[in-house]
């Protein structure tokens, strides 16, 4: 699995005499967004790459939610075990 999301990006590459350079024909790249240290990176991505980067992220999302549940579960089981106790407040 991998953290970090798949996002294409569309810019221009700065040499004038492109196709890119009126703005509209931008050149287009699929990367790899992640964060690092608190900073946001981002690593392109070969075409043949996208399709098990994606998959693999979809993987890593599914399973912080799974594990984001569990948490939640064994947090309410807590507290409620502490509420039914009448040691609340
Ligand atoms: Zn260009």
């Given at each position: ?9 569309r810019r221009?590459?700065?040499?004038a005499?492109?196709?890119c350079a009126d703005?509209e024909?931008?050149?287009e790249?699929?990367?790899?967004s992640y964060?690092?240290a608190?900073r ?19 993987r890593?999302?599914s399973?912080q939610a799974?594990l984001?549940?569990a ?8 507290l ?7 040691r609340?407040?």
């Amino acid at each position: 699995m991998i953290r970090g999301s798949v996002v294409v990006q569309r810019r221009r590459c700065g040499k004038a005499s492109c196709r890119c350079a009126d703005g509209e024909q931008l050149h287009e790249s699929t990367v790899l967004s992640y964060s690092k240290a608190g900073r946001n990176r981002t690593v392109m991505l070969a075409s043949r790459e996208v399709a098990s980067v994606r998959a693999a992220v979809a993987r890593y999302r599914s399973a912080q939610a799974k594990l984001e549940q569990a948490g939640n579960a064994g947090l309410s089981a807590l507290l409620s075990a502490h509420t039914s106790s009448g040691r609340g407040r």
